[in-house]
């Protein structure tokens, strides 16, 4: 079974220029997540998405940030315009729903191997 | 106040030691509890989820205290790969959002 992917896996930009990243996550997983981590820091939610609709989206910093999930497959995030604070590693995540015990497995996280974004 | 807090550590300890990790969590509504390892620069992958009566997988063994908010994590014989982040995660009981602490960092010293 494939995992998480992300794409890309580096990305360094200038200030002010437009990132996307890519996330694919694991086929019928409805969950899926991104979170940040900038140095030093813990892991931080970004948002979640079931299928297509953005369930929570209490973690995007600001408006520069955008993600979408277009058919509630794979999710891309924007970051337009980059500044220096944006950088650190995004990481994607998916699970298979929302509800069930832990012993089902349902709210295991699996995630990608994380876009490492670098902004000058 | 931050929803998960761990000591970041490191710990460093010798081959064949038993090292123990504490996590507090500040939400008495927090439901679901797990421990993830993270290795450098790769992501973080599931090590065990964390049952209230308290779980053990080989020389590992994870224990919930809900009357005190904190969770922990055991290691027995410690082994040179044991050696990485490890991540306290908790999950509240309204939607369904993870909290990650900041991690503790073990190495395992030969």
């Known amino acids: 079974e494939a995992g998480v992917t992300q794409f890309p896996s580096h990305s360094v930009i200038e200030k002010g220029q437009t990132v996307t990243l890519r996330c694919d996550p694991i086929s019928g997983h409805d969950n899926l997540y991104w979170y940040r981590r900038v140095m030093g820091k813990e892991i931080k939610f970004l948002l979640h998405f079931v299928k297509e609709s953005k369930q929570d989206e209490s973690g995007m910093p600001n408006n520069r940030f955008l993600a979408e999930r277009t058919g509630g497959t794979y999710s891309t995030l924007k970051v337009q315009p980059a500044e220096l604070e944006d950088s650190g590693v995004y990481f994607c995540a998916s699970s298979q729903g929302q509800t069930g015990t832990i012993s089902s497995g349902a709210n295991v996280l699996t995630f990608g191997a994380g876009s490492r974004l670098t902004v000058l | ?110």
């Open chain 2, 1 to 110: 106040r931050k929803e998960v807090e761990q000591d970041p550590g490191p710990f460093n300890v010798p081959e064949g030691a038993t090292v123990a990790f504490n996590c507090t969590y500040s939400n008495s509504a927090s439901q679901s509890f797990f421990w993830y390892r993270q290795d450098c620069r790769k992501e973080p992958k599931l090590l065990m989820s964390v049952y209230s009566s308290g779980n053990e997988d080989g020389r590992f063994t994870a224990q919930l205290n809900r009357a005190s908010q904190y969770i922990s994590l055991l290691i027995r014989d410690s082994k040179l790969s044991d050696s990485a982040t490890y991540l306290c995660v908790v999950i509240l009981n309204t939607g369904n959002q993870f909290y990650f602490g900041t991690g503790t960092s073990l190495t395992v010293i030969p």
